[in-house]
């Protein structure tokens, strides 16, 4: 199938629509929380496949525009940087901007097909992947499909538009362009492009690393469960203390003060959440030595 980006000046621009079609769009209704999440998760789709895909590339400016209850065009925009490197000209903006679109619309035809039947193979062709499953279905899609198919935050904003249609009375969400229906989305496809659950998606933790150093409290606090702040010498960061020793000890009166040191045994634990960020805890979980902070005595004294 043939895109085209049509080109305006040093702008290249690509339009496209989404339509909701069913009983409810009859007597032009649709609930106004789901139109307006469909229209912001897909404005942020498109972003997040452009910097995932063209990272080298302007970013790209997404405009969204009511056509009738329950329709909106997506107008997707990219400067055309002469001095760039990839985006060097509108034609390549052109062309980078119907890449987007193509993987959008394989996204949802690999999660729909993977749903129904498993995948055995899947080989490179002129152009992308074609996959082929158990049923002996083949599909062909752009090679990234594969990778970004498995983006937290892509399959998320793809739920997010297709959701409606789980509504009642919203039986499908069209892909059109230029009036003709490019791809479909109906009632039985939304389960499939729903994607892991948020606690599945989760990456499991790395192992946790136990390290000695050396530590400045700079925030000590004397709530139970609650994170001290400390330095290690470079920015402060948030830590618990575990080692019920020392909490005795504090409980028993042993004095200190801000800018006392510990010689400590420090877990830190890494890992991803749901969204994809990296995430960090850190635990102080033996203490070994407590070093009071110098101070300059009176002159009296």
């Not at 028993?252 to 890992?271: A, H, S, T, Y």
Request: proline content about 5%.
């Amino acid at each position: 199938m043939s895109w085209g980006g049509r080109m305006l000046g040093p702008m290249a621009e690509l339009e496209f629509e989404l339509e909701y079609a069913g009983p409810a769009l009859d007597s032009h209704e649709m609930d106004a929380k789901d139109f307006a999440t469909a229209v912001l998760n897909a404005a942020e789709l498109f972003k997040v496949m452009n910097s995932e895909v063209h990272p080298y590339d302007p970013p790209v400016s997404v405009n969204i525009r009511a056509v009738n209850p329950g329709s909106f065009d997506i107008v997707l925009k990219l400067l055309s940087d002469t001095e760039g490197v990839l985006a060097s000209t509108a034609i390549v903006a052109g062309a980078n901007l119907s890449a987007l679109v193509q993987i959008f619309i394989g996204i949802i035809r690999l999660a729909r097909y993977k749903s129904r039947s498993r995948l055995v193979d899947s080989t490179e062709v002129p152009g992308g992947i074609r996959a082929t499953f158990e049923d002996g279905t083949s599909i062909e899609f752009p090679a990234q499909v594969l990778g970004l198919s498995e983006s937290y935050i892509i399959r998320h904003n793809i739920n997010e538009i297709v959701r409606p249609v789980d509504g009642e009375g919203i039986e499908s969400v069209s892909i059109k362009q230029e009036e003709v229906v490019i791809e479909r989305v109906d009632f039985q496809d939304v389960e499939s492009l729903s994607g892991p659950p948020r606690a599945l998606a989760v990456a499991e933790l790395v192992e946790g690393t136990n390290r000695e150093l050396w530590l400045d409290i700079v925030s000590p606090t004397f709530k139970e469960g609650n994170a001290w702040r400390f330095s290690d010498g470079g920015p402060t960061f948030m830590a618990k203390v575990t080692d019920q020793a020392f909490l005795d000890s504090i409980e028993g009166g042993e004095p200190f003060r801000k800018g006392d040191r510990l010689r400590c045994i420090l877990n830190e634990v890494q890992w991803t959440d749901s969204a994809g960020t990296l995430k960090n805890r850190r635990e102080v979980i033996t203490v070994l030595d407590h070093v009071r902070a110098t101070f300059q005595p009176r002159l009296m004294d």
